[in-house]
């Protein structure tokens, strides 16, 4: 029996224990939220305003608005709202979050601090450039630290996130191929392990999406590879690290095959982190790189986004990157915001890119340092590495290692259980810990991708290394109906997502009118 | 290094249990000359809180915050108060530090939170169904037309002069990199311009914005209509979300395909991003939309749920297949966005909508009265141009010198010579609900002078 502080038994003799159905469907911390507009009382309002005088209006042939349809709520019912749905999310500063290729590191609050300074977050973006030097001082300076780290000459800090640098650089690659009169090069190579948005950023393109296989390796197959190049191929888009957590060994290989044949060489940064600070993209033969600010630098997920895609260029595609830039003369800093000068191509978004990301990325490698960077990125791979021997004998690893920053397994080991990756994963989260990435990359069967990042101390990965080695126990014992009812802790077990695809209900409609469906 | 938790023992250990000596063995693959000897060159090495702090606030005092002056700066971004609530529940940590919500089973409060914005989009813009976000209101512009490409079989755009530039400039290279063809008029500061006639067979859309770059506020029902005959899609491009508290709606109006910038509910200005862009469409065009969709379904217990849905329209199911390359959405944008809008209601929100235009009238009205400023709009919501005896741009430069954020020279929108140009002496104004009395004195007091 335990005790309490004053002696008294906290659980007396005899008492039910089991979990009950509980009048409220609240279960403790966990407390049912219903949607805002199922708290609406028409009048409420969570915010003061003045009133308006009555003046007429300039709205021309344009009615003002009887009725938006808005719920009114308080203030108090609305942070309780909010904080209520806040604690139904598993977060980076709950837990470990293994998402291989997602790259879930902790987000310092020192980023969140600096990126609210007035002078960065309550600039305008069009301001006249005199009142923002500070401003584009900041720019030029995240420009210059991502062209050090990658040793590449050009930049561009324009993309909203990784596949927006993604889209930026192939328009690059696009805008010198024209310029050198070889429109008709319109074959992207793009490896089967790529990340979905590489082949759907080609193809938006215009470019044709030829694959190339895997070798047993893990890698790309060179002679496959050069085998598929000629006169019609534009280039190749490679991810390295790759997203099986492989380093492509024969990268500088590819790159001078790809050039010898008159194509570019576009890098997917995402796995960026796995190497920054001790790899320099520019002696790999890169033509163009994305980095994801939100990987490498911490910037934070937000629940999806907002991203940040910065694009490294090399000397051949630096004449052809989207305005707008940044550019230092005696005068000070100015924004090229203008197309059409020279090559240059663009825009691809409104003003001038995602400035609230850039101060938390200089925040992050002006914290880190070189030294820090060293590190982060060497315990990193430590980390995925340590993870991969530690699950050796239990999972089964899909390559042979080392592994960079993660590591990736297959589904052989769960053969003949009847237990599956995604039932391996439900049951993870009972355990406490958000799952890997499953089914990607699609070169290996039941994928588990692991990416424990280097914000992990030792005793967490233990920890996790200990639940999924127990949980592969369970599975190769047979206890199917164990995996297929995880999980059973969350604030919701698993969801219909077919039924939520056959009739999807997207919108809240008052209980009145017939929910509202797509065809 | 304060984020880094393993200890050099710690690390001693775990070599030992992969079986090598070091983490350099670790990059092995990494061919040895693209591996660096030691650290960055150049770059300092790690820096406490402080440090960095000192580094970080030099450079924002260098700037002008629009807050600490008098400022009456807008076209796509726009100055109002956000209550302190907003900030304060975003950086909840389950919110700021979460990914994209693919295990449902624990990101119910990212899911719901979208399910609410997707609904209260919907609802602003008086549309059927809407989506969990884009980057911003000029990515959204750009991506209708390539829906509407898509939903008609027909390839060529046309964008009204009213359009903000950067919308019309983000549509065009997609134009040229993609292959459609984007017609823009040019720069339309007193409307008037016939879109009508342009509508051909080849027609997939007309883009307008309500209300325009130069504050005209218009009702599009008619052209919507003609959009209809002539088998073109209507796409609306709203740069103010406030003023959907005022104005007839897009959906109203008949608009197939709403495309807007939601910045100035519960986002800070931040020199331009992170932003959210909003996309709404008629229901029947839901499995052509670009983006991530969150819909409601049960769960196992048969409880109310949400999850991602649709996402057989997307590029990691999809790849070269996919509507759009779109893998983030603006998540925590779009939860402030949701949480500004729920605080403000029904009541707040069409309140705070009309407070912006009695300001702007009020601004209106008083420049007016300045010597050589001739308003040119009839109709406006909370922002509107004027005309002044010299080029816009000086004057704005020289108020700036006096601690006065004067608005937006034409001249930087529309640069010389490109679309229309020939703009130089018109000056775009904006009010909010943060213009005060004072402020509009500095203003007129000062143009008087410079004038």
Request: glycine share 10%; charged share 20%.
């Amino acid at each position: 029996m335990t005790m309490n502080s004053q002696g008294r038994p906290s659980t007396p003799a005899g008492a039910d224990t089991a979990i009950p159905e509980t009048v409220t469907g609240n279960r403790g911390l966990q407390i049912e939220e219903a949607l805002i507009f199922e708290q609406d009382s028409p009048g409420r309002c969570g915010v003061d305003l003045p009133e308006v005088p009555a003046t007429p209006m300039r709205l021309g042939a344009v009615k003002p608005r009887a009725r938006v349809g808005l719920p009114g709520l308080s203030e108090p019912q609305v942070v309780r709202h909010y904080t209520r749905l806040s604690q139904k999310n598993y977060s980076i500063d709950t837990g470990l979050y293994p998402l291989g290729s997602c790259t879930m590191k902790h987000n310092p609050r020192l980023n969140e601090k600096m990126a609210r300074l007035p002078g960065f977050a309550d600039v305008h973006p069009l301001q006249p450039e005199s009142t923002v030097q500070g401003a584009l001082e900041l720019m030029d300076a995240l420009a210059h630290w991502l062209k050090t780290l990658t040793g590449m000459p050009a930049v561009t800090l324009a993309p909203a996130a990784g596949a927006h640098g993604e889209m930026a650089g192939m328009m690059a690659i696009r805008a010198a191929l024209d310029h050198r009169g070889e429109a008709g090069r319109t074959r992207v190579l793009v490896p089967e392990s790529a990340h979905g948005t590489n082949p759907a950023t080609a193809a938006a393109l215009g470019f044709s999406v030829d694959p190339i296989p895997a070798g047993p390796d893990g890698r790309v197959d060179l002679a496959a590879m050069t085998a598929k190049l000629g006169p019609d191929v534009a280039g190749i888009m490679l991810t390295n690290p790759n997203t099986c957590g492989l380093f492509e060994r024969d990268i500088r290989a590819i790159a001078d095959a790809v050039h010898g044949a008159g194509g570019y060489f576009y890098c997917d940064g995402a796995n960026f982190n796995a190497i920054v600070g001790r790899v320099k993209p520019a002696d790999l033969g890169i033509d163009a790189m994305h980095i994801n600010l939100h990987k490498t630098f911490s910037t934070p997920h937000g629940g999806g986004g907002p991203g940040s895609g910065p694009v490294v260029f090399s000397e051949a595609l630096a004449p052809f990157v989207p305005v707008p830039y940044v550019v230092h003369d005696s005068n000070g800093f100015r924004l090229v915001e203008g197309n059409g000068q020279g090559t240059a191509f663009g825009r691809m978004k409104a003003f001038h890119g995602q400035m609230g990301m850039f101060v938390r990325a200089l925040a992050y490698i002006l914290s880190h340092g070189a030294d820090g960077l060293w590190q982060a990125s060497g315990d990193a791979v430590l980390n995925a590495n340590y993870v991969m021997a530690r699950l050796q004998d239990t999972l089964t690893a899909s390559f042979e290692g080392p592994c960079m920053h993660e590591c990736l397994f297959d589904d052989r080991f769960l053969k003949g259980t009847g237990v599956t990756t995604l039932d391996i994963a439900k049951a993870l989260i009972d355990e406490g810990f958000h799952p890997m990435t499953m089914y990607f990359p699609l070169v290996v069967h039941g994928a588990l991708l692991i990416e424990p990042t280097e914000t992990e101390s030792k005793a967490g990965l233990d920890q996790f290394v200990l639940a999924l080695k127990s949980l592969a126990v369970r599975a190769k014992e047979g206890d199917v109906a164990y995996f297929q009812g995880a999980p059973r802790l969350t604030p919701r077990r698993r969801l219909d997502e077919t039924a939520a695809a056959r009739k999807p209900v997207l919108r809240w409609t008052p209980a009145a009118e017939p929910a509202l469906a797509a065809e | 290094m304060r984020y880094l938790p393993l200890t050099e023992a710690d690390r001693h250990q775990m070599l030992a249990s992969i079986g090598v000596s070091s983490v350099d063995e670790l990059f092995r693959d990494v061919p040895q000359a693209a591996r660096r000897s030691g650290p960055v060159e150049g770059l300092p090495n790690f820096a406490g809180e402080l440090e960095v702090e000192r580094q970080l606030s030099a450079m924002a005092a260098k700037n002008v915050a629009v807050g600490s002056v008098p400022s009456f700066v807008g076209c796509g971004a726009y100055k109002h108060h956000v209550p302190a609530t907003v900030d304060y529940m975003v950086q909840r940590g389950e919110f700021l530090t979460a990914y994209t919500p693919y295990q449902p089973e624990i990101s119910q409060g990212t899911l719901q939170v979208l399910f609410e914005f997707q609904t209260q989009v919907a609802l602003l813009t008086g549309m059927d169904v809407a989506n969990a976000s884009m980057y911003d209101g000029a990515t959204s512009c750009a991506e209708a037309v390539m829906m509407a490409n898509r939903l008609t079989r027909r390839k060529k755009a046309i964008l009204s002069g009213g359009l903000h530039p950067h919308y019309r400039d983000t549509t065009t290279t997609d134009a040229r990199f993609i292959g459609f063809e984007a017609v823009a008029m040019p720069a339309a500061p007193r409307g008037g311009e016939d879109l009508v006639s342009l509508i051909d067979a080849d027609t997939s859309c007309v883009v307008v914005q309500n209300p325009d770059v130069f504050g005209h506020v218009r009702d599009y029902t008619d052209l919507a209509q003609m959009c209809q005959t002539k088998g073109a899609l209507l796409i609306v491009v709203v740069t103010e979300a406030v003023s959907l508290g005022l104005l007839t709606p897009p959906g109203e109006m008949g608009a197939d395909i709403v495309a807007a910038e939601g910045q100035s509910l519960g986002n800070a200005l931040n020199f331009g991003g992170p932003y959210v862009g909003l996309f709404a469409v008629k229901e029947k065009y839901v499995r052509q939309m670009p983006g991530r969709l969150c819909g409601q379904t049960v769960d196992a217990d048969g409880r109310r749920g949400f999850v991602l849905t649709l996402s057989t329209r997307e590029q990691h199911i999809r790849r070269e297949k996919a509507t759009s390359n779109i893998c983030t959405n603006a998540g925590l944008c779009a939860l402030a966005f949701s949480i500004h809008l729920s605080l403000l209601g029904e009541e707040g929100f069409t309140k705070l909508a009309r407070i912006n235009h009695v300001k702007a009238v009020q601004l209106a009205d008083r420049l007016s009265g300045v010597k050589g400023v001739e308003v040119v709009n009839e109709t406006f919501f909370n922002e509107f141009t004027v005309t002044l005896p010299r080029a816009a741009a000086g004057v704005v430069e020289e108020l700036a010198k006096r601690r006065i954020l004067a608005g937006v020279p034409a001249s930087r929108l529309f640069p010389n010579g490109k679309n229309g140009g020939q703009l130089e002496d018109h000056l775009i104004l904006a009010a909010t609900e943060t213009t005060t009395e004072s402020d509009m004195d500095a203003l007129v007091k000062a143009l008087s002078e410079v004038l």
